[in-house]
C-alpha cells in the first residue's frame, strides 16, 4: 500500500489540471497493490476531485484529538 500524503497544488494553479497530473505521475508505476489518502472533509475541490479519480471513501478518521476529521480513501488497481 503507499499512503499518498499532502498533495497540494497553490490557489492560483488550480483547475488547470496539475494535481491530477501531479497525482498520477506519483502512482504511476508502484508496485504497491493500493493507493491511500486521507483528506479533510470540508476540503473542497479536493474532497470531491478524489472519488471522480477513482478513490472510495472507507471511513473517517482523526490523526489527533486535535485535529480535524479526515475521510480515509482509498484507490483499489
Given at each position: 500500500?503507499?499512503?499518498l ?55 473517517r ?17
Amino acid at each position: 500500500m503507499f499512503w499518498l500524503r499532502e498533495l497540494m497544488v497553490l490557489p492560483k494553479h488550480t483547475n488547470q489540471g496539475i494535481g491530477r497530473a501531479l497525482h498520477d505521475e506519483m502512482i504511476n508505476g508502484r508496485a504497491e497493490r493500493w493507493t491511500t489518502l486521507t483528506c479533510i472533509v470540508d476540503n473542497e475541490p479536493a474532497r470531491s476531485a478524489y472519488p471522480r479519480w477513482g478513490y472510495e471513501v472507507i471511513g473517517r478518521i482523526k490523526h489527533a484529538p486535535e485535529s480535524p476529521v479526515y475521510d480515509a480513501m482509498i484507490l483499489h488497481p
